[in-house]
């Protein structure tokens, strides 16, 4: 039982450049969410899926997205990568009506 | 707006310590109060919960008591180890179209032998 995975765990981009940003979780959890943590602001919700199938846009959803490829897997995709995109990135899974969620190791992204 | 205001620290304390962690909410409606703990160079992890008023969540020997009319959620531990040095975070969350959770930003503790 892995939990959440991710992968990259670190990734540096030139400006302009894409990449994505793979989860996966072995939970059986219908709801997935994207967060990005930087200094001093703790986590914002970049894009959240409430179930297979479905996204919506968090509080910070510009220059991101998102495919749910199915119940396991959620991924996230910078097509144009700014450096303002620096950041350390979380995937997070639980149960909708659920108090916990359940955090991956992070993938750490520099933009140059 | 929903937000969540805690010290931002670090915090340096020497072992067996006495530690308290404010933490501070803004909400609409009645949110479930959670601190998470992040140890170095992993996710976070859920530390403990309260989910309704004078509710008191404990895990690990850490505490905190949901204080409805001071809008306060403080994590205390009467002794602390080396072993809890990690980024403590403050987070409520509102039941709205999806589970909405908001994280403060995080306080830094380093316990010192």
């Known amino acids: 039982n892995a939990g959440v995975t991710q992968t990259p765990k670190f990734q540096v981009l030139k400006t302009g450049q894409s990449m994505t940003l793979q989860c996966a979780q072995d939970?059986?959890?219908?709801?997935m969410y994207w967060y990005r943590q930087d200094p001093g602001m703790g986590l914002r919700l970049i894009y959240y899926?409430?179930?297979?199938?479905?996204?919506d846009k968090g509080e910070v959803p510009n220059g991101y997205n998102v495919s749910r490829l199915n119940k396991r897997e959620f991924s996230l995709r910078l097509e144009s990568a700014a450096p303002s995109q620096t950041s350390v990135y979380f995937c997070?899974?639980?149960?909708?009506?659920?108090?916990?969620?359940?955090f991956g190791p992070g993938t750490r992204l520099t933009v140059t | 707006g929903d937000s969540v205001t805690q010290m931002e620290g670090p915090v340096t304390l020497s072992e067996e310590a006495f530690l308290t962690i404010n933490c501070t909410y803004t909400?609409?409606?009645?949110?479930?109060l959670f601190w998470y703990v992040q140890y170095p160079g992993e996710g976070l992890q859920l530390l403990l919960k309260?989910?309704?008023?004078?509710d008191k969540g404990s895990n690990k020997g850490f505490e905190a008591t949901y204080r409805k009319e001071t809008t306060s959620f403080h994590l205390e531990k009467g002794s602390v180890q080396v072993s809890d040095s990690a980024v403590y975070f403050c987070?409520?969350?509102?039941?709205?179209?999806?589970?909405?959770?908001?994280f403060g930003p995080g306080t830094s503790l380093s316990v010192i032998p």
């Open positions: 997070a899974s639980g149960h909708p009506g659920s108090y916990e969620q359940y």
């Open positions: 939970m059986n959890h219908n709801s």
């Open positions: 899926s409430a179930s297979e199938g479905t996204t």
């Open positions: 909400a609409t409606g009645y949110p479930s």
């Open positions: 309260a989910t309704k008023a004078d």
């Open positions: 987070a409520l969350r509102l039941k709205t179209s999806y589970d909405k959770v908001i």
